[in-house]
Nanobody
């Protein structure tokens, strides 16, 4: 089993930065494709960024050039550095771990971008 715990959410002004972190338990972290998703109430959860076990990254068009995903397999963590934040980035952000047999999810952390 894998448990994921997010941290780092909060209130930030437009144009500001925030760094989210996800800590994973379990011994299989290094083989998982990790990702960050976000969800606004009443809307579908959307993919923000992913990083494979080998370090290949991909991003939603809406965050390219502003967000950076990274992982540390020795520490079982995956981070999301968010720069130049916009009000439309406001959402609950979820950490995800994907394996051939299924998905693991954290409980989410709220990011609010507002002046």
């Amino acid at each position: 089993q894998v448990q994921l715990v997010e941290s780092g959410g909060g209130l930030v002004q437009p144009g500001g930065s925030l760094r989210l972190s996800c800590a994973a338990s379990g011994s299989i972290f290094s083989i998982l494709t990790m990702g960050w998703y976000r969800q606004v109430p009443g809307q579908q959860r959307e993919l923000v960024a992913t990083i494979t076990s080998g370090g290949t990254t991909s991003y939603a068009d809406s965050v390219k050039g502003r967000f950076t995903i990274s992982r540390d397999n020795a520490k079982n963590t995956v981070d999301l550095q968010m720069n130049s934040l916009k009000p439309e980035d406001t959402a609950v952000y979820y950490c995800n771990g994907r394996a051939n047999w299924g998905n693991y999810w954290g409980k989410g952390t709220l990011v609010t971008v507002s002046s």
